[in-house]
Every structure is written in structure tokens, then in C-alpha cells.
């Protein structure tokens, strides 16, 4: 199972709604007033990252403004020190391109779990 841990966090927001399901460790962007989708466009700002697994029209726990998280929902081969963006699927993924907006850094990675800095 998935987990996301909060090693140094900052703020957690839970209030709105989100549009469609998510899952824990996907990226959140804001679509309406208090309505928050999964962000799979990394040309778009993010939220923040969820808690946990929520079904649409649920009011989703959101982590946001900055900490430090370790997870192993993420996508690709990510090394320490990469800087992070949102992969098509919304989990956190490296090779940020032109255009493309920065919402981690990696801290480390260990048998599978990521440790990284979240900046939105």
C-alpha cells in the first residue's frame, strides 16, 4: 500500500472538494472556488500533494506550502538533488522541460521511497 509521510511538513489543507478521484501522493491543482482536481499537466501550478485516497466530491486532506515528505508513490528513476515535477498521471516525476513548473526536489531515495522537499 502507499504511504506519504510528513517528516517535516508545513501546512495541511482540508476543506472544498475535489473533481474526480485522487489518490495519496497524487498533485492538486485549484479548478474552482474551494475545488481542487488532479493536476496531470506539468505546464500547470499545483496545489499541493494528497494525504491520502479520496473519491470525487469528497473534501480532499491537502498537504501545501513547502515540507519535507517521504513517499513511494512517484514515477521514473529519480536520483538526489533532481528537481521534481507533475507526471501525467499527477505523482512526482523528474526531466522538467521548458515551460514545465517545479513543484519538488529530491532529498534522497532508499529502497523505494522517495524523500523530497515540496515547494507548492
Same mark, same amino acid.
Given at each position: 500500500?502507499?504511504?506519504?509521510?510528513?517528516?517535516?511538513?508545513?501546512?495541511? &489543507?482540508?476543506?472544498?472538494?475535489?473533481?474526480?478521484?485522487?489518490?495519496?501522493?497524487?498533485?492538486?491543482?485549484?479548478?474552482?472556488?474551494?475545488?481542487?482536481?488532479?493536476?496531470?499537466?506539468?505546464?500547470?501550478?499545483?496545489?499541493? #500533494?494528497?494525504?491520502?485516497? &479520496?473519491?470525487?466530491?469528497?473534501?480532499?486532506?491537502? &498537504?501545501?506550502?513547502?515540507?519535507? &515528505?517521504?513517499?513511494?508513490?512517484?514515477?521514473?528513476?529519480?536520483?538526489?538533488?533532481?528537481?521534481?515535477?507533475?507526471?501525467? !498521471?499527477?505523482?512526482?516525476? !523528474?526531466?522538467?522541460?521548458?515551460?514545465?513548473?517545479?513543484?519538488?526536489?529530491? #532529498?534522497?531515495?532508499?529502497?523505494?521511497?522517495?524523500?523530497?522537499?515540496?515547494?507548492?
Amino acid at each position: 500500500m502507499s504511504f506519504i509521510n510528513p517528516c517535516h511538513r508545513s501546512l495541511a &489543507y482540508g476543506d472544498g472538494h475535489i473533481q474526480g478521484d485522487g489518490q495519496l501522493g497524487q498533485m492538486v491543482r485549484v479548478v474552482g472556488n474551494d475545488l481542487f482536481a488532479v493536476n496531470t499537466d506539468p505546464t500547470k501550478r499545483s496545489f499541493g #500533494i494528497l494525504i491520502k485516497d &479520496y473519491a470525487g466530491g469528497e473534501m480532499p486532506g491537502i &498537504y501545501c506550502d513547502g515540507g519535507v &515528505y517521504e513517499t513511494d508513490a512517484f514515477e521514473g528513476t529519480i536520483a538526489a538533488g533532481d528537481d521534481l515535477k507533475v507526471s501525467a !498521471n499527477g505523482r512526482l516525476t !523528474n526531466g522538467i522541460a521548458a515551460g514545465e513548473r517545479l513543484v519538488a526536489q529530491a #532529498i534522497s531515495v532508499q529502497s523505494g521511497v522517495l524523500k523530497f522537499r515540496l515547494f507548492v
